[in-house]
């Protein structure tokens, strides 16, 4: 399988996960290759157990695999410190976690525009209103907030 072009968003190169050791390991990933291109949409599935939580994590660098590469664009991930890591992950994967995980104390715009706070970056308020809209979260008071 080819799997070099420079349109692709996500690579994954021979990518496996182990997690524990000796009798108990278990091979979450056996050397998964695939490429995502940019600007398409990807649907993964699969059995309860089967890997795909494992896979997303790798791709998204919330996780490291045990062999194997995995490109973001052009970055190698392998190459990164855990503080460009971070960076990388505030700035360039979105990620929605089956639990959700979003923080309690925080309201619907605190959650939605956490990382830019992190990255000390003030969000651009026409496209945060655009994609609050888009994906349905608008009430009465968020709306109020944004155009105030
Ligand atoms: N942190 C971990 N430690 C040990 N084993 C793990 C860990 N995370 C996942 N596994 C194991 O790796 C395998 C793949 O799990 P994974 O969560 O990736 O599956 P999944 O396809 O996302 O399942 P689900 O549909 O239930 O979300 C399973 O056998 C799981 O028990
Ligand atoms: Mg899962």
């Known amino acids: 399988m080819t ?7 996500v690579r994954l190169d021979n990518v496996t996960r182990v997690y524990g ?9 056996r050397g998964v290759t695939l490429a995502m291109q940019q ?8 059995p309860s157990g089967s890997g795909k ?5 790798c791709a998204a660098g919330l996780d490291t695999p ?9 970055t ?3 190459t990164l410190s855990e503080r460009k890591l971070t960076e ?7 990620f929605v976690f089956q639990a959700f995980n979003l923080l309690p104390s925080l309201d619907v715009l605190g959650n939605v525009t956490l990382p830019l706070r992190l990255a000390r970056k003030r969000p651009d308020r026409r496209w945060l209103h655009e994609v609050i809209d888009r994906v349905g979260l608008t009430s ?7 155009v105030e």
């Open 3 to 9: 799997v070099q072009d420079h349109t692709d968003a």
């Open 53 to 57: 939580s494992t896979l997303l994590h």
């Open 21 to 29: 050791d000796g009798s108990a390991a278990v091979h979450a990933l």
């Open 76 to 78: 190698d991930l392998s």
């Open 140 to 146: 009465d008071p968020v709306r109020k907030f944004l």
């Open 88 to 94: 990388l992950r505030r700035e360039r994967a979105g």
């Open 39 to 46: 600007g398409t949409f990807t649907a993964l599935m699969g």
């Open 66 to 74: 045990t062999s194997g590469r995995v490109l973001l664009g052009a």
